[in-house]
């Protein structure tokens, strides 16, 4: 198996052909993504992870919301791996109506999301995850930090007046 190693009976990780393997509680996945394309790679894993969720727990996944996750994933690894010395860890996890995703790296630095400046080229990454988020937190770990955002999957319902 790869992944975190961690195999308590609520995670959800990858057998060696990148194959999920999900427990019958709450689907998670917790993967160390190493070099070559991890960015894509990380994607790719979401997209696969949500595809399984939904083909073995039933779990919705709409193309809106799978989305939103992928851009959310793509955005925080590129952090990671941007502003991160060492290793970058993703953590997915299913939970009524959400996909909460976690990065943790090594870099104790916390991030500073700016306020929101058109005027500004480039350091929107954060301030576009926080917007298409139902929740978001950074929290520093005894080793470096972990970036915590939590997608609704819901499809949005209109409101008729």
């Avoid at 919301?65 to 994933?73: F, R, W, Y």
């Amino acid at each position: 198996m790869s992944g975190s190693g961690d195999t308590g009976a609520d995670r959800t990780l990858y057998d060696d052909e990148a194959r999920p393997v999900v427990a019958p509680s709450s689907p998670r996945s917790t993967t160390a993504l190493g070099e070559g394309r991890p960015i894509a790679d990380a994607r790719d894993l979401a997209r696969r992870f949500l595809t399984e969720t939904q083909d073995v727990h039933g779990f919705p996944a709409p193309p809106r919301a799978v989305g939103i996750v992928l851009l959310v994933v793509s955005e925080l690894v590129t952090n990671a791996y941007k502003y991160a010395p060492g290793p970058c860890l993703l953590d997915l996890k299913v939970a009524p109506g959400t996909v909460e995703i976690s990065v943790w790296d090594s870099e104790p630095t916390v991030p500073v999301v700016h306020p929101a400046d058109p005027g500004r080229v480039g350091q929107h990454g954060l301030e576009i995850v926080r917007s298409l988020c139902r929740s978001f937190e950074i929290r520093r770990e005894p080793v470096g930090k972990r970036v915590i955002a939590t997608v609704a999957i819901e499809e949005p319902t209109a409101v008729l007046s």
